[in-house]
């Protein structure tokens, strides 16, 4: 599957941004989805991720309660909605895709988030 990401850009501290990221080639439902953030200097991290239902999700604790992943199988789309942001979530973001969570075998190209103070 692969995956395209878009919805960065400029933001103020405590705006608000919605990521998407758009899969093809695959069945989008057979696949774990997650987001990953690398910000200028550190290592990449992760953020968040779902389940192939979207029946489960789970957050890094740095987000947790702020940001919101979800999917929509029939769009073949997954979001992140990104709320209270701080200077601290500047970075790019990643959408990454596996037959199980925590298994990424497929990354897309990143879409830079940046948060102003």
């Known amino acids: 599957v692969q995956l395209q990401a878009f919805g960065g850009g400029l933001v103020q501290a405590g705006g608000s941004l919605r990521l998407s990221c758009a899969a093809s080639?695959?069945?989008?439902?057979?696949?774990?989805m997650g987001w990953f953030r690398q910000a200028p200097g550190k290592e990449r991290e992760w953020v968040a991720s779902?389940?192939?239902?979207?029946?489960?999700?789970y957050y890094a604790d740095s987000v947790k309660g702020r940001f919101i992943i979800d999917r929509n199988n029939a769009k073949n789309s997954v979001y992140l909605q990104m709320n209270s942001l701080k200077a601290e979530d500047t970075a790019v973001y990643y959408c990454?895709?596996?037959?199980?969570?925590?298994?990424?075998?497929?990354w897309g190209q990143g879409t830079l988030v940046t948060v102003s103070s």
């Open positions: 990454t895709a596996g037959p199980i969570l925590a298994r990424w075998t497929q």
């Open positions: 080639g695959g069945t989008f439902s057979n696949y774990a």
């Open positions: 779902i389940n192939r239902s979207g029946s489960n999700n």
